[in-house]
């Protein structure tokens, strides 16, 4: 079936630390990916996305991320995280030529120490 | 650019009562929109796509004759809960569709007494 995964429920990481966040699928195909940012009580923010092309793709909030085909993967990173970085982490991925449904992992929370 | 509005965010009503939520894109045009409802510290739930002019997809599980969607211009959607009950109480979250990307509304908290 297909799936996206995010295997870390929670992160926590220190101020200035650096960051990833995993995200793995199973399609057949590559299909578009994104990566959402989700504050308490607020809606989903977009921070980047891949559709093809430099496979390496820069995002808002000094967000990245890295499509790696062999492993099917789309992690996020980020090199120095701020306090305000602290919310819910969905990735999420759709189908090329297959609709516009999204499918979504079930989140990463990220708690940033002070 | 594409932003994406809610109104309201928040509402109580007391069961039995029908609630309208609406969803409209502010610098776009979105011929497509999706109505999701996300439980406490989870993921969303794909509820609905509204398509302007025509009726909404469903998923499966969600009643039609309950979530009432009508997109009847290219900015806006709306969904009605009807005769609401302290289970639809949820955060009902919207998205237009923009160039094979969603934008997401802020969200609606919606609580049934």
């Known amino acids: 079936a297909q799936s996206v995964t995010q295997p870390d429920i929670h992160i926590t990481v220190s101020e200035g630390a650096s960051l990833e966040l995993r995200c793995n699928y199973s399609?057949?195909?590559?299909?578009?990916l994104f990566w959402y940012v989700q504050s308490p009580g607020q809606g989903l923010q977009l921070l980047l996305k891949?559709?093809?092309?430099?496979?390496l793709v820069q995002g808002i909030k000094g967000f990245e991320a890295e499509f790696k085909r062999s492993q099917s993967s789309f992690n996020l990173r980020k090199p120095s995280v701020h306090w305000s970085d602290a919310a819910e982490y969905f990735c999420?991925?759709?189908?090329?030529?297959?609709?516009?449904?999204?499918?979504f992992g079930t989140g990463t929370q990220l708690k940033v120490e002070l | 650019g594409a932003v994406v509005s809610q109104h309201p965010s928040r509402v109580i009503c007391k069961s039995g009562t029908s609630v309208k939520i609406e969803c409209r894109s502010l610098?776009?045009?979105?011929?497509?929109m999706f109505w999701y409802r996300q439980f406490p510290k989870q993921s969303l739930m794909l509820m609905a796509t509204?398509?302007?002019?025509?009726?909404?997809?469903?998923e499966q599980g969600v009643e039609k004759d309950k979530f009432l969607i009508n997109h009847a211009s290219l900015t806006l959607s709306t969904l009605t809960v009807t005769s609401a009950h302290p289970e639809d109480s949820s955060f009902y979250i919207c998205?237009?569709?923009?160039?094979?990307?969603?934008?997401f509304g802020p969200g609606t908290r919606l609580t049934v007494l």
């Open positions: 998205s237009a569709l923009r160039m094979d990307t969603q934008y």
């Open positions: 399609y057949g195909a590559t299909p578009y």
């Open positions: 891949y559709f093809s092309g430099d496979t």
């Open positions: 999420a991925v759709k189908l090329t030529g297959g609709g516009n449904k999204l499918t």
């Open positions: 610098d776009f045009q979105a011929t497509t």
């Open positions: 509204s398509n302007e002019g025509s009726k909404a997809t469903y």
